[in-house]
Nanobody
Framework: QVQLVESGGGLVQAGGSLRLSCAAS????????MGWFRQAPGKEREFVSR????????YYADSVKGRFTISRDNAKNTVYLQVNSLKPEDTAVYYC???????????????????WGQGTQVTVSS
């Protein structure tokens, strides 16, 4: 079982940036892929990004491509999500998740991820 703790959320003006972090514990961090999802009020949880176990492969939702960057530091057991050029529609609770079973598609399916953090709120004002 993997334990995940997110941090770095906050209130930011449109066009601003934040760096979200997710600290993992409980299993060898470098052995599994990690993802970020988000959930806005009244909406379903949606895929944001994913990074492979070694950090060589990344995936992004079309809505965040070119603005968000996922990365990981396996020495620090931490995955990051750099969020730039924020828009009010990016307002949501952001969750990190671990896919410890099989590193393969479908990468955007929340059911594929078996451990979740508690979430960190990102609010973008216009």
């Amino acid at each position: 079982q993997v334990q995940l703790v997110e941090s770095g959320g906050g209130l930011v003006q449109a066009g601003g940036s934040l760096r979200l972090s997710c600290a993992a514990s409980g299993r060898t961090f470098s052995s599994y892929a990690m993802g970020w999802f988000r959930q806005a009020p009244g909406k379903e949880r949606e895929f944001v990004s994913r990074i492979s176990a070694a950090g060589r492969t990344t995936y992004y939702a079309d809505s965040v491509k070119g603005r968000f960057t996922i990365s990981r530091d396996n020495a620090k057991n931490t995955v990051y999500l750099q969020v730039n050029s924020l828009k009010p529609e990016d307002t949501a609770v952001y969750y990190c998740a671990a896919d410890t079973i099989i590193d393969g598609p479908p990468y955007d399916n929340a059911d594929k991820y078996d451990s979740w953090g508690q979430g960190t709120q990102v609010t973008v004002s216009s």
